[in-house]
């Protein structure tokens, strides 16, 4: 695990400033303390900062081919790199490390492009080839690793696993770009392949990137992606005995490491499954550790001692105040682009426990998304048997001026808020789910943006998103639907993004065996009944678990890691909040109604509204701004 960076000169064979490569490799030392590296030659530079977890004595990068004609920076872990490395000595090559990076150069020599199907883990990688005169770049298929890159206005492509480290290089202009600001506001992140830059790019999960020296820079190639055929013939048992074996195989390939190992206890579904499945297969009690709240209402340590009680873990907990707001701007330095899941305060603060005593993590991310956890899910099938029952025209001639109407109650539970409810029956069910995730949603965004910011959008709208995504799925079952677009966007955009910046921050590798992705695409041949039944979501992950663990952790009310925005707002935040919003670098650049926020805030303060959610995302793009140096002068997004 580590931070990889670097430039490659796209039109000839200029020789990398050092400097600049120093500057960009050290801009992510936390991603990698243990040791650093620069390689330079003519056209091509790469740096590296190494957390070493495999292959301590050998493993450093660059990481070289016999005769240094190919050379490669990697970030991540392939799980499966001994069995590679066997069928590739079956090919006649020579291994000279034990490490899962000279596994991905062979790959390279033998399959070029083609590596990335023989890959299993998550990895972000680039390899320069002398010999093709080419750089290749690939993410892996879920977007666990991140990978960033953009071209210089005098033909260098840079790249790096943060973007900070792209800025670092000084070449690059800060143009904002309204469609990432729009996309923001819209999902609370900005989604791939977008960044806050109108000039920097991510790299899309499942994607890679040939570029050759000499001719213009091409589109990424989507080399996998997932297809729920919902085919598999199976009853309930045994299809929970098959998920039992994925799950205990997953688990085990991630339980490779010469460091302190652990994992992440929430008292959740998904990372009690995976802490129960490490203590059956390791005779040595399990690290775990949960983050507690001071607030009863947020609180899961309860249900995390349960199985730490049941497994005999190594159990460590600690309990966040539920005033711990003081990250704000800390998370937007971790983050180079504006984030507003508040969630990545308590994910920062487990992670911060973690290190404490392990250098690597398992986690239960990514098992709502192939598997079926989210409660929107079960609100979404529900108004999707609603919406079939009527002609879209009908609908929207109807529930949408009953929406109008109906008066706005976000302090209801979901089921009873009619408007909500009218205005998804009026959409199609890419529109209602782009609205179910909205963070700040369509009347509000189009309130809050100015005239001026409207005009630079043109017109775009951040549902195309979805749409793009929805084209793709090939699926006319529901909740395949909404899964598949999970998938694509929140789990890497917003989970994914989350647990990184969270976890390298402090120089901790979390690994994610519900995102092994044999195990995601075997679950996509699940018929949908077996994911969501009734009121049930994960019904046959929970099957599976039964004789794992107890039923109070099983089949609880789903809690979630949140943290109490509202209060927060309305109380110790609320003068630093109404500073921001209104004098701070957010109100300097043009794009937002003043009288719509001053609305917000009176109405939030008050306790006429609930307004946190929206305040927030406004909160965390005010802190981007300021992160970037953006205050004094903002930024313009670009026409």
Sequence with gaps: ???????????????????????????????????GDLHIEPGVGFGHRRLSVIDIATGQQPIFNDDKSVALVFNGEVYNYLELMDELRGHGYVFRTKSDSEAIVRAWEHWGEDCVHHLRGMFAFMIHDRRRDCLFMARDRLGVKPLHYAVTEDGWLLFGSELK???????????????????????????????????????APGHRLLVKRGQPLGEPNRYWDIH????????????????????????????????????????????????AAMAQLDGQPVNTCSIGFDDPKFNETEFAQMVADRYQTNHRVETVNSDDFGLVDLLAHLYDEPFADSSAIPTYRVCELARKHVTVALSGDGGDESLG????YKMHLMEERMRSAFPLALRKGVFGPLAKLYPK???????????????????NSVDA???TMGLVRDPLRQALFSDTFKRELQGWHASDVFHQHARRANTDDPLALIQYLDIHTYLPGDINTKVDRASMAHSLEVREPLMDHPLVEWAATLPSGLKLRGQEGKYIFKKALEPMLPN?????PKMGFAVPLARWLRGPLREQTRQALQHGALAQTGWFNAATIARLLDQHERGAMDHAQPLWVLLMFDAFLRNAGLGAAPARAAA
């Design 1 to 35: 695990m580590c931070g990889i960076t670097g430039l490659f000169d796209t039109r000839g064979q200029r020789l990398p400033e050092r400097d600049r490569l120093h500057r960009m490799n050290e801009s992510q030392h936390h991603r990698g303390p243990d040791e």
């Design 165 to 203: 480290s792209l800025m670092a290089h000084g070449g690059l202009r800060q143009e904002i770009d309204p469609r990432a600001v729009e996309a923001y506001f819209a999902l609370g992140y900005v989604p791939d392949p977008w960044t806050i830059y109108r000039h920097a790019k991510k790299l």
């Design 228 to 275: 729920f055929t919902l085919d598999a013939k199976l009853d309930e048992q045994e299809a929970a005995e098959e998920m039992r074996r994925r799950l205990t195989e997953s688990v085990k390939l991630r339980m490779k490491a010469e460091v302190p190992l652990g994992a992440f206890l929430s008292g959740g579904v998904d990372s009690s499954a995976v802490v």
């Design 373 to 376: 956890g989210y409660r929107r």
């Design 409 to 427: 109650a976000d302090w209801a539970p979901r089921v009873f808020r009619a408007k909500t409810t009218f205005q998804a029956i009026a959409r």
């Design 433 to 435: 789910y782009f609205n």
């Design 552 to 556: 109070d952790v099983l089949y609880r």
